[in-house]
């Protein structure tokens, strides 16, 4: 079977250097896998029950709710370890962006990750931001 979901797990595999597909609560394989689940539920639009059926497939027997409290924790991993973020980008620039570019989707998605682990400070920073671009948008 050669379709996304293995050449996504087959590269995470690949640059984390974590088998993610082992029976283990290991640190390093748990955030591994939590960057694959946010990978395929947020790009590949596969459901909690897919992922399931393909970590199966894979020899890895989880159930969906352990599924959903992975991609649920993945801004959590990914504020404490910062090669989950390098991972993450490297898969979906890889597979996701046409000709180096990245789309619209892909961009809004990143600023959604970086925002979730932002501190309250740097919210309201944004916020402002935000509230500025949008008024210029609306004026032109």
């Known amino acids: 079977m050669n379709n996304i979901e293995n050449k996504i797990a087959d590269k995470l595999i690949e640059i984390s ?3 993610l597909f082992e029976n283990s609560r290991r640190r390093e ?3 591994v896998r ?4 946010k990978i395929l539920r947020d ?11 393909f970590f199966y497939i894979n020899d ?6 352990a599924i959903i409290y992975s991609y649920s924790m993945f801004n959590v991993y990914n504020k404490y370890n910062p090669e989950i973020d390098n991972w993450y980008n490297i898969i979906v620039d890889a597979l996701f962006n046409v000709d180096g570019e990245k789309n619209i989707y892909t961009k809004k998605t ?5 925002i979730d682990i932002l501190g309250e400070e740097h919210i309201d920073s944004m916020i ?3 509230d500025k671009v949008t008024k210029q948008e609306i004026e032109t």
């Open 17 to 19: 250097k974590v088998n």
């Open 29 to 31: 394989v748990v955030e």
């Open 34 to 37: 939590s960057v694959l689940v």
């Open 43 to 53: 790009h590949v639009k596969m459901t909690y029950l897919k992922m399931k059926d």
């Open 60 to 65: 890895k027997p989880i159930d969906h709710s």
């Open 110 to 114: 990143n600023l959604k990750n970086k």
């Open 128 to 130: 402002e931001y935000a």
